[in-house]
């Protein structure tokens, strides 16, 4: 798998170095675009040396170049495109289709899986203008990896913290590529509720099976569909 791995700005952009030595160790080919914010909390040379290819900047603006069309080319070779961590400011160019920088005109130019792991404080998090960005990348078949809740840099504790790395690789199917292969191309059917089993034409074996259990496999099943395949899956 090819995984373009974006990195905006903030704190938690530490953890996407983890993010990239598990995909590499997994087998997957990593290339990475750092918006300026992100320079800011991580160098290019540090992811450079990991994924073991050059690091995606705004150089692409400048002149002097080759005249490739670094967006349009990135865009192509990957598999799938992962932002992490994402910003507010970055969940709400995204939906707005804005391209103002490499990794939102990479993102607009990019017709294959997405998946986002928000970072910000719980109260941004919060915002209904944030929600309102989330719903839209997620009607339109957005991935999200968190947040989670856990200790902030504020010193708070909150929901708000960027998913762990072995979760988020585990979402892109760093991890279980095997699994996932497993489940393509097949329909699950559950049934839930109570059951009658007949022992004669007037008498049954029967329980009072509130179909709870049902319910929360299919939606289990829904969920890892929406991960796998944001476009495709459903649950009737």
């Not at 993010?19 to 909390?41: D, I, M, N, P, Q």
């Not at 969940?91 to 792991?117: K, Q």
């Not at 022992?199 to 099943?221: E, H, K, T």
Request: with cysteine.
């Amino acid at each position: 798998m090819r995984v373009l791995l974006g990195v905006t700005g903030g704190i938690a952009a530490y953890k996407s170095v983890e993010v990239v030595r598990r995909l590499r160790e997994a087998g997957h080919e990593v290339r990475c675009a750092l918006t300026r914010g992100g320079e800011s909390f991580l160098r290019p040379l540090t992811l450079e040396i990991l994924s073991g290819n050059p690091v995606y900047g705004e150089e692409y603006l400048s002149a002097g170049g080759s005249g490739e069309e670094g967006h349009i080319t990135a865009a192509a070779w990957a598999d799938v495109l992962v932002v992490a961590p994402a910003t507010a400011h970055f969940l709400a160019r995204l939906a707005l289709g804005l391209a103002d920088d490499f990794l939102t005109t990479t993102a607009l130019a990019f017709g294959g899986r997405c998946i986002v792991a928000p970072a910000m404080h719980p109260v941004m998090w919060g915002k209904a203008s944030v929600q309102d960005h989330v719903a839209t990348l997620r009607e339109r078949g957005v991935g999200f990896v968190g947040p989670v809740q856990g200790p902030l840099a504020s010193g708070e504790t909150g929901w708000g913290r960027m998913a762990e790395p072995a979760e988020i690789v585990a979402a892109i199917g760093g991890e279980d590529l095997a699994r996932r292969a497993r489940w393509a191309r097949r329909t699950v059917l559950v049934t839930a509720g109570p059951t009658q089993e007949p022992l004669d034409p007037v008498r049954f074996l029967g329980n009072r099976s509130s179909g709870r259990m049902g319910f929360a496999l299919a939606a289990a099943a829904q969920r890892r569909a929406r991960l796998m395949w944001p476009a495709a899956s459903s649950l009737q």
